[in-house]
């Protein structure tokens, strides 16, 4: 696994109510990323982060935020959740930089009622 | 626009047949290929990979082919297991990319 946590691994909450999700890593690696995953769309990419304060948006990044203020923790925000929200939600990092293996955490699964 | 169109999205094949998953891609500049298998409940985990370099790369009973001319890339596997049933993702980056991108993913289901 890399050395990835993510916390909550299962979250129940309410349509416009805000949530974080954390991943952690214990190894320092530069990139981290976040995605989600949906039945018939496969894992998108929401944000990523190639550094401490440095971070980028993916092809789904409306309605998230991240941050990631120590190089071991990536936090994903939703500011207001919303229903089309609800999915599971991957960290992953990469090993060695560019084009190199993206290590995934184990998830977290997030309803949106 | 999706870059990478992955298919089937579902795959049934019985113990020791050959699973064959494939992967269509449109930027050229794409120049590295993973696939990712992803059991229930898990994340996705790397399993094998190719660079347009070469045109077929084996691991064991994983072997992928690759045709720049058609911009394709498959998944072959072999002798097929029902261990080996999971989802399977096709992937694809370019150079200088921090980013994957990946395809919308085939349900393989080996039978005993």
């Known amino acids: 696994d890399a050395g990835i946590t993510q916390s909550p691994r299962h979250k129940v909450t309410e349509t416009g109510t805000p949530v974080t999700l954390r991943c952690h890593q214990t190894?320092?690696?530069?990139?981290m990323y976040w995605y989600r995953q949906d039945p018939g769309h496969g894992l998108r990419l929401i944000h990523y982060?190639?550094?401490?304060?440095?971070?980028d948006k993916g092809e789904v990044s409306d309605g998230y935020s991240v941050s990631r203020s120590k190089t071991e923790d990536f936090l994903l925000t939703l500011e207001s959740a919303t229903s089309s929200q609800t999915s599971v939600y991957f960290c992953?990092?990469?090993?060695?930089?560019?084009?190199?293996?993206?290590?995934f955490g184990p998830g977290t699964r997030l309803l949106v009622l | 626009q999706q870059q990478v169109k992955q298919s089937p999205q579902s795959l049934i094949v019985q113990k020791g047949g050959i699973s064959i998953i494939n992967c269509a891609y449109e930027?050229?500049?794409?120049?590295?290929f993973p696939w990712y298998q992803q059991f229930p409940g898990k994340g996705p985990a790397l399993l094998i990979a190719?660079?347009?370099?070469?045109s077929e790369k084996k691991e064991g009973r994983f072997t992928i082919s690759f045709n720049k001319s058609a911009k394709q890339f498959s998944l072959h596997i072999m002798d097929s297991q029902p261990g080996d049933s999971a989802t399977y993702f096709c992937?694809?980056?370019?150079?200088?990319?921090?980013?994957?991108?990946f395809g919308k993913g085939t349900k393989l289901t080996v039978n005993p």
């Open positions: 190719i660079r347009p370099d070469v």
């Open positions: 930027n050229t500049a794409f120049d590295y």
């Open positions: 992953a990092i990469s090993v060695g930089g560019l084009q190199e293996t993206q290590y």
């Open positions: 992937a694809a980056s370019h150079g200088g990319s921090e980013k994957l991108v």
């Open positions: 190894e320092n690696h530069r990139y």
């Open positions: 982060s190639y550094g401490v304060k440095d971070t």
